[in-house]
């Protein structure tokens, strides 16, 4: 079905042909006539399926232009609130209708001139939201529309608290609520109970699936090993641009540094940089002014960023979840990529909870040529292999690519 079947509006559909969107995806096709009627709604989707044009669209069909703060949508981070942000800008560039950006770590002058103007939309952390709430900055008792983002997100972040507290504190009762979230635990499920009104639920694919466009591959190597493993892994890799996750902000800034040296066009974002720092990594990362992002797990959730061609893990999350988000961010919107993994035996464990998750084996690769150290557990691997048996690391060995 084209867009023009789901009953948008004109405006809005020109903005969607300007930005080349032909087809809606699935989330948007089942999504946005729900949201047209007024009913509540709880969608679930993998991040990256274009869960922000699925509420984004029909609300803003429905925003009555001058009108303030008809519209809350939380996100649990600032990057994700900010792209939200942007994208509805983008789809509502014919409407004339003010979207406000609401964010802790940064001054309040500008939000405060922002929330004056009365814009009909509010993105918003929660943190900040509630002190602006708290001093009485803004009133949200007419607001007609609340969209919780990244639920599960924010219940991994401790958000889901201040999240109660806004909406029970300060929400009108008089609205239409969607929520999204990729997984639904318990937790999640007693928020649906009392935010919601019977609501419609659509859900999208397996929960656990990770993005079908991308290839994937463990590469088993020895702790000492792995930041060589890396080096020659870029080095023999055509990539445009690549994603390189950490578990530690340390070994982020470890491996930007030394990257660096190596003339690599790189930057580092994490929770210890400045808002400032944050901004500017990301946005220099999706104008092609670095070809290479080093970020912990706080860029791994929902952020857009086109054309990312690799994503390497150099720590196996911890979280079998996080690896499908992190993945995430390669093969968005039907584009190929690739996801590589560096594994290490203390981490084989966490390999095993991965595939048992998305519910796949992950090929084990060696790179040709590389000059690999043997471990006991090596060794282990080239008996049984030639034993015939399969090894506890390697599957089949393959190429790099
Ligand atoms: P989201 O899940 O909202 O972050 O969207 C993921 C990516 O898909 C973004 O780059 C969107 O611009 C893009 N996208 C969303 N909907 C469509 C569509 N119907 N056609 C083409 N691209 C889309």
Redo the contacts with the bound molecule.
């Keep these: 079905m084209p867009f023009s079947g789901l009953g948008l509006s004109e405006p809005i559909n020109k903005a969607l042909s300007e ?7 699935p989330i ?1 096709e089942q999504s946005i006539p729900i949201i047209l009627k007024g009913k509540d709604l709880i969608g679930s989707a993998q ?7 699925a509420f984004g669209l029909p609300i803003l069909q429905r925003i009555v232009p001058g009108k303030p703060f008809q519209c809350l949508i939380l996100e649990p981070t600032r990057e994700l609130a900010a ?1 939200v942000e942007e ?1 509805l800008k983008v789809f509502s560039k014919h409407l004339g209708i003010k979207i406000g950006l609401i964010y802790g770590g940064v001054k309040y002058g500008g939000q405060l001139k922002m929330l004056e103007s009365g814009a009909e939309i509010i993105v918003a952390t929660p943190g900040r939201l509630l002190d602006h709430l708290n001093q009485k900055n803004l009133s949200l008792k007419g607001m007609d529309y609340l969209v919780l983002d990244e639920v599960d997100r924010m219940l991994d972040m401790g958000f889901l608290p201040d999240v109660k507290r806004i909406v029970q504190n300060y929400c009108s009762k008089e609205r239409q609520t969607l929520l999204f979230t990729a997984t639904m635990p318990p937790a999640i499920k007693t928020l649906t109970g009392w935010v919601l009104n019977d609501p419609a639920i659509v859900e999208i694919g397996q929960n656990r699936s990770a993005a079908e466009t991308v290839s994937h591959a463990f590469y088993p190597v020895v702790e000492r090993q792995k930041y060589k493993l890396l080096i020659e892994l870029l080095e023999r890799t055509h990539f445009e641009s690549v994603l390189i996750f950490t578990r530690t902000k340390f070994n982020a800034d470890m491996i930007c540094r030394r990257l660096e040296r190596l003339n690599h066009s790189v930057v580092a974002l994490h929770s210890d940089r400045s808002q400032s720092e944050r901004t500017a990594a990301l946005k220099g990362f999706k104008d092609g002014k670095y070809e290479v992002l080093v970020a912990t797990d706080i860029a791994a959730r ?1 952020l ?1 960023i ?1 054309g990312v061609t690799h994503v390497i893990n150099y720590d196996v999350p911890l979280h079998a979840e996080d690896y499908v988000h992190r993945i995430g961010r390669t093969g ?2 039907q584009r190929e990529g690739d996801a590589f993994t560096l594994l290490t035996e203390d981490e084989v464990k966490n390999a095993a909870a991965i595939e048992h998750f998305i519910g796949k084996k992950i090929e084990r690769k060696k790179l040709d040529g590389f000059n690999y150290m043997y471990s006991a557990l090596f060794n282990a691997q080239e008996k049984s292999a030639a034993g015939g048996t399969r090894s506890r690391l390697f599957g089949r060995s393959g190429r790099g690519r």
């Excluded at 930005?19 to 995806?25: I, Q």
């Design positions: 930005l080349g969107f032909e087809k809606p995806t948007q991040t990256g399926t274009g869960k922000t044009a792209q994208s929902g857009d086109a968005r919107a």
